[in-house]
């Protein structure tokens, strides 16, 4: 890893921040995602391919990253940046693909616990914004009602992400230099299986989102057998998924309709 | 005459909102100080002299906090209260209750259906075709970086818009038709379908038990009896054959289970994964009854 790279990785992870200059939409909800984020730490670093490898399990097992109410305990943009960043660095010392994964959530982890902490940091010095815009709005100044919010708020989040994301991507840089570096294969095995596990972790809070009745668990059974009896493709069944969501609305739109 | 926010200031204060909706996010306002950047140029169309503008001000870097991006119907109808204020009906007091009144339905709404059906429906979709193309992995995150900004910024807007031109009575009587609960139950099918063919495919789950004993083999080609080591009892594929990964299924409702009735944190879940994930690869390297060990 160049010092470039090292740079333009953090101004990454900045960006895929919650409340980042672009906008969560853009932001945290896209560049901050697993699947975009290893995306973009492949081109910085010159190889797609390998950061795929890990970007998808490591998407697959923070799908779910909902954070509502703005409670960040684990903040995806740093876990993921950090986590690619660091399977590719290292990835001389390792000698298969479930080993990389193994890194990269090693990394993820790392990157997730220093990332929620620095959120936890901003999210309690934006509290002195507060004092700031109430004197623009005492003042009635609808021309500088931006400043403490885009301003006072993308000061305190570039210094909450970026100097801690430069500051670990160092001592990953570091790391990566030395050779020799063996890291155990009961440690790979366990911490790439941790990994997989956590997709249930995923699944499970989605699904609290979804089921409403008790029946809405044999439609997420059917989703299950379409894989493992009938062996489809995920592309297939959310084709079958969309179909019968369309027969759905318009039955249950027309039922309405004849009560009438 | 009758003041009215124009177009070009609507647009204004949509984007206010839709990029910089969470850069000051706190506990004590919350989003308070995003929404009055955002009510600020419509502000300063409706009311001309100074002391207006600082009580109309005031009253929206108060308390407020949604789902950001379907939230956005919230601005909209706050500004069509702040015209009709201006315009000398209504209080200022029912802007600030219709907001506050407001929290609740928009979060809710926008984080079982955006952040938590469509956001993950898109990047499965995106996920699959990354998997499935081995040569050019990049179309899934490409494809998701493209539609899920876009699509996002033409739905709020078009939200945005109608909390203004409809207000909150025209929103009630949306949401009273049930023609929103058809939309989201619709959706939640696809989701639940999804859902399940994802724990399929990809959580895993294994007891990493298989107890191997060494015996003589009798080899039918050569004749003789050889030294070699078998397994038993493996309680993995006991169980795929019993209902296949029964296993990861039994995760993932266990994680369901405790997220919702228990009501435990996803930090302790991950922590609980992560405690299982280290005892069962230990015990997959014991010797004699790990899957790992020789």
């Known amino acids: 890893m160049t010092i470039t790279q090292v740079i333009l990785i953090a101004l990454f992870i900045y960006l895929g921040a919650i409340g980042s200059i672009v906008g969560n939409t853009i932001g945290w909800y896209a560049l901050g995602r697993p699947l975009v984020a290893s995306f973009v730490v492949g081109i910085i670093m010159g190889d797609v391919r390998t950061a795929m490898i890990v970007g998808i399990p490591l998407q697959i097992a923070y799908l779910a990253n909902v954070t509502p109410g703005g409670a960040v305990a684990w903040d995806l943009s740093y876990a993921t940046y950090i986590g690619t960043a660091m399977a590719l660095a290292m990835k001389g010392t390792v000698s298969n693909d479930a080993a990389l994964v193994g890194l990269a959530f090693t990394g993820a982890g790392i990157g997730g616990v220093v990332g929620g902490t620095m959120w936890n940091v901003h999210y309690a010095l934006d509290v002195f914004l507060n004092r700031w815009a109430e004197r623009v709005a005492a003042r009635g100044d609808t021309k500088r009602m931006w400043m403490p919010n885009v301003i006072g708020g993308q000061l305190i989040g570039f210094a ?19 050779t020799g570096i063996n890291v155990p294969a009961w440690f790979l095995t366990g911490i790439s299986s941790f990994g997989s596990m956590m997709a249930a972790l995923g699944m499970g809070i989605i699904l609290s989102f979804l089921i409403k009745e008790r029946y809405d668990w044999a439609v997420f059974l059917v989703g299950f057998m379409l894989i493992i009896y009938f062996k489809l493709s995920m592309m297939a069944v959310a084709v079958i998924g969309v179909v019968v969501a369309i027969l759905y609305y318009a039955i249950i739109q027309n039922t309405k309709e004849e009560a009438f | 005459m009758a003041k009215v926010v124009s177009q070009k200031t609507l647009r204004k204060s949509f984007n206010n909102w839709f990029f910089w909706n969470g850069c000051s996010q706190q506990a004590e306002t919350m989003q308070g100080i995003a929404f009055a950047q955002s009510m600020a140029p419509a502000i300063e169309e409706l009311y001309n002299n100074k002391e207006d503008r600082a009580a109309a001000l005031k009253r929206h870097t108060t308390l407020f906090n949604t789902e950001p ?31 506050v009144a407001l929290i609740g339905p928009t979060s809710a709404i926008g984080d079982s259906l955006w952040v938590a059906t469509i956001i993950p429906l898109l990047l499965t979709i995106c996920l699959s ?26 739905l709020s807007w078009k939200i945005f818009h109608l909390g203004y031109k409809a207000g909150l009575e025209g929103i009630q009587s949306f949401m009273a038709s049930g023609q929103l609960n058809h939309i989201m139950q619709a959706i939640t099918i696809l989701g639940l379908l999804v859902v399940g063919a994802l724990t399929a495919s990809y959580v895993t789950f294994a007891f990493n038990i298989d107890v191997k004993v060494a015996t003589n083999v009798f080899n039918s080609a050569t004749q003789t009896y050889a030294s070699q080591v078998v397994s038993v009892f493996n309680l993995d594929n006991v169980l795929n054959s019993i209902f296949p990964k029964i296993a990861p299924l039994a995760l993932t409702v266990l994680v369901y289970f405790l997220y919702t009735k228990k009501n435990w944190k996803p930090l302790m879940i991950m922590l609980l994964i992560f405690v299982l994930a280290a005892v069962l690869t ?13």
Do not use: D, H
């Open chain 1, 160 to 178: 909450c992400r970026f100097i801690p994301a430069v500051v670990v991507l160092l001592a990953i840089r570091a790391a990566g230099k030395t």
């Open chain 2, 69 to 99: 991006q379907l939230g956005s119907v919230c601005n909209g109808i706050a500004i069509g209260m702040e015209e009709q204020l201006a315009n000398g009906v209504g209080t200022p007091e029912a802007i600030q209750e219709t907001k």
């Open chain 2, 129 to 154: 075709l990354s998997s499935s193309m081995k040569t050019a992995p990049w179309v899934g995150p490409v494809l998701y970086l493209i539609i899920y900004p876009l699509g996002t910024y033409l």
């Open chain 2, 282 to 294: 230990a015990i997959g390297f014991i010797p004699v009854i790990g899957a790992f060990a020789a």
